[in-house]
């Protein structure tokens, strides 16, 4: 691999480290952070490792106004081995760049951010957390910072990367969650930026989530935007069904943004023999196979959670109980064997994760 030559600057104050048994999600931030600049005239340019620290930018800074910005989100995790691991970093890294052809950012140098992500996180690495299913989360993002005011591709970025040591995001044991169907508003549509991973399809997704979260629910089912009769993704993860021994997933159509977490997931269950299925799939598909007593289990699947169990499902002013709200065979099995390979005490067979030198 070649050297990129990252400058590394580090800080002469050390933050306290959070006690980590303590630890939310997303609320503290490590020493350091990395920068790379971006002018039309230069190309991706001066990457460095620096203290943590706030960013100055213009007002007219382009992202402020027309939201041309993307992101990414993965673990480093710690193992009993006091080793760090990464999961499958080059998928989130591909992403990006596929979410930066759609925001018409520049793409970035593969090797260069993969470099960037180990060299930062092997200097932070003393704020991976221990405590049993915490980790440091890994925020690559890039923002348009050319200060003008018109509709138009920014001539100026930054890519940076933050860490952040992140809680064990079921304290008490994996837990399904209560999902209201949603048929008001919707995520993304075919032709839109649902695909990337990009601000506004969060921002836009709030309103929903927050209409939800008042009655009860921890989440929404998204519905395809034209129709909103097929299923899509659940929150900000992609959705899973088991339906008499079968798993079903919507099939990546345009508007769902493609998981890292359900590629895993498909990978895995194909391994163990399990009919693997991604097609587009109705609410009233589920509904029926539900009557039926069929439908035997619906999860979540995406970095922060892994595997989130769906207890119960509320649509058309019914109340649909899947596997009497407990988590199911499948859900659990795939959660054990994710974190397992993730944490380094299950066999790394199908070659994900990549040891940090120390
Ligand atoms: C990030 C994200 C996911 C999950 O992706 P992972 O790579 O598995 O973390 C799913 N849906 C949406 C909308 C997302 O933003």
């Not at 041309?68 to 691991?85: C, H, I, R, S, W």
């Not at 993002?141 to 809680?167: D, H, R």
């Not at 990337?196 to 836009?204: F, I, L, R, V």
């Not at 009655?215 to 129709?227: I, T």
Request: hydrophobic content about 40%.
């Amino acid at each position: 691999m070649t050297d990129h030559n990252i400058a590394i600057t580090k800080t002469t104050s050390k933050k306290q480290k959070p006690n980590p048994t303590e630890l939310a999600f997303g609320e503290v931030f490590t020493d350091h952070m990395f920068i790379l600049d971006y002018h039309q005239d230069k190309g991706w340019y001066d990457p460095r490792i620096i203290p943590y620290q706030p960013i100055a930018l213009d007002p007219a800074a382009m992202v402020y106004h027309y939201g041309q910005t993307v992101f990414e989100g993965l673990k480093a995790y710690l193992t009993d081995n006091e080793t760090v691991n990464l999961f499958r970093p080059e998928k989130n890294i591909k992403r990006l760049n596929r979410s930066n052809e759609r925001m018409c950012i520049p793409t970035i140098d593969e090797e260069l951010a993969l470099q960037a992500i180990k060299q930062l996180v092997a200097l932070d690495a003393n704020w991976v957390p221990n405590a049993p299913g915490t980790s440091l989360y890994i925020r690559p993002f890039v923002i348009a910072t050319e200060p003008y005011l018109g509709v138009a591709p920014s001539k100026q970025y930054k890519f940076i990367i933050i860490l952040s040591p992140v809680g064990a995001y079921y304290k008490e044991g994996i837990n399904p969650v209560k999902i209201a169907v949603e048929n008001e508003y919707v995520r993304a549509v075919k032709g839109g930026t649902g695909e990337a991973k990009t601000a506004g399809n969060y921002a836009s997704s709030l309103k929903a989530q927050e209409i939800v979260e008042a009655q009860g629910f921890a989440q929404v089912l998204w519905l395809d935007g034209l129709e909103k009769k097929y299923i899509e993704e659940v929150g900000s993860m992609n959705v899973f069904f088991k339906i008499d021994g079968e798993v079903i997933t919507p099939a990546l159509n345009g508007s769902i943004l493609e998981g890292v977490t359900r590629n895993s997931v498909i990978q895995l269950l194909r391994h163990w023999g399990v009919q693997v299925t991604e097609r587009t799939i109705s609410m009233e598909e589920i509904y029926q196979a539900h009557q039926a007593g069929k439908l035997e289990e619906a999860f979540g699947a995406g970095t922060a959670a892994v595997i989130s169990p769906i207890g119960t499902l509320s649509w058309n002013g019914e109340m649909l109980e899947i596997n009497n709200s407990k988590t199911g065979e499948t859900s659990k099995k795939l959660y054990d064997t994710l974190t397992g390979i993730q944490y380094g005490r299950e066999e790394d067979f199908l070659n994900w994760v990549i040891e940090l030198q120390s």
